[in-house]
């Protein structure tokens, strides 16, 4: 007699490059181009489709350093925060 309730995926919020832990992986979805900067940073292997993953923060949490292609690439919160991506889930 009594219906189920309806049960509906929250969308996922939006996550950029600074939202990630240490180790975590992620593959680049969007990226913000109006920031300074973000051309270069394009330029240097940051595009669309590429597998980034989070090393660690300095002390202070800025900068960030991620590993692209088997390089070291430190970048500030603000510039991290200009790359939407999506979490690439660990398996085991």
């Not at 300095?58 to 088997?70: N, R």
């Given at each position: 007699m009594f219906s189920q309730p309806i049960v509906r995926k929250?969308?996922?919020?939006?996550?950029?490059?600074?939202?990630?832990k240490p180790n975590d992986k992620a593959v680049i979805q969007s990226i913000s181009t109006d920031a300074p900067g973000v051309e270069r940073l394009m330029m240097m292997g940051l595009v669309e489709g590429t597998e980034i993953v989070f090393v660690r923060a300095?002390?202070?949490?800025?900068?960030?350093?991620?590993?692209?292609?088997?390089t070291a690439l430190s970048l500030r919160k603000e510039q991290a925060q200009q790359f939407k991506i999506e979490p690439i889930p660990i398996n085991g």
């Open positions: 929250a969308s996922l919020t939006s996550m950029d490059l600074s939202d990630l300095s002390l202070g949490g800025d900068p960030l350093e991620f590993q692209v292609y088997g």
